[in-house]
């Protein structure tokens, strides 16, 4: 079956540490994407890529980093620098950029300890 | 500002009460218009793309619609499994995706 895989489903993070959250699709999709989820919040963009070796800052890009090495994948670190990290990350891809419909993965859930 | 605007912010409904849930957007240059259900946990599903006003589409009880400036998700005889969060998405010229904050429907027995 095609779609969006996000690891781990759960993460627990201490104070002052990086941590990776993995996305990966078999989708044969181009473009990738991370968001956040805050409660009472619509999602807000964090990075995207429309092709491999390639990749733009959303809205809210301090304190997080990227690669996308290969098209499968699109590897979110969260850094000690993001103040704020405790929140649902979710990953979605689409055939092209822009306003092609997206497709999600079941998230992360990031909790800061 | 660019915005969508979901509205009820939650609605309670009972088994086979139908209803409309609706998403206005003060974004100009409509690409598409998309629909997505979200359960508790878990990351949004896809529902429906609406490209055009007075477009509609269907599935199971679920129909959404599309004009200028609004769209209406409307859901005829609701069960219980119908309650999640249900995400209005406005894809526009710039090719940014604005999200709304989303309308809560619990469906009771």
């Known amino acids: 079956d095609g779609g969006i895989t996000q690891s781990p489903k759960y993460l627990f993070r201490k104070e002052g540490q990086n941590v990776t959250l993995s996305c990966e699709q078999n989708l044969n999709h181009d473009a990738m994407y991370w968001y956040r989820q805050d409660p009472g919040q619509g999602l807000r963009l964090i990075y995207y890529s429309q092709i491999v070796n390639d990749f733009q800052k959303g809205d809210i890009a301090e304190g997080y980093s990227v690669s996308r090495e290969k098209k499968e994948s699109f590897p979110l670190t969260v850094t000690s620098a993001q103040k704020n990290p405790t929140a649902f990350y979710l990953c979605?891809?689409?055939?092209?950029?822009?306003?092609?419909?997206?497709?999600f993965g079941p998230g992360t859930r990031l909790t800061v300890l | 500002e660019d915005q969508v605007t979901q509205s009820p912010e939650a609605l309670r409904l009972q088994e086979g009460e139908s209803s409309s849930l609706n998403c206005s957007y003060t974004?100009?240059?409509?690409?598409?218009l998309f629909w997505y259900r979200q359960d508790p946990g878990k990351g949004p599903e896809f529902l429906f793309t609406l490209y055009s006003a007075g477009e509609e589409k269907e599935k199971e009880r679920l129909k959404a619609t599309l004009t200028k400036k609004e769209s209406f998700l409307h859901i005829t005889a609701p069960k219980p499994e119908d309650s999640a969060t249900y995400l209005c998405?406005?894809?526009?010229?710039?090719?940014?995706?604005?999200f709304g904050t989303g309308t809560l429907l619990a469906v009771q027995p």
């Open positions: 979605a891809s689409s055939g092209g950029g822009g306003a092609d419909t997206q497709y």
């Open positions: 974004v100009s240059g409509l690409r598409g």
């Open positions: 998405v406005h894809g526009g010229a710039t090719n940014k995706l604005i």
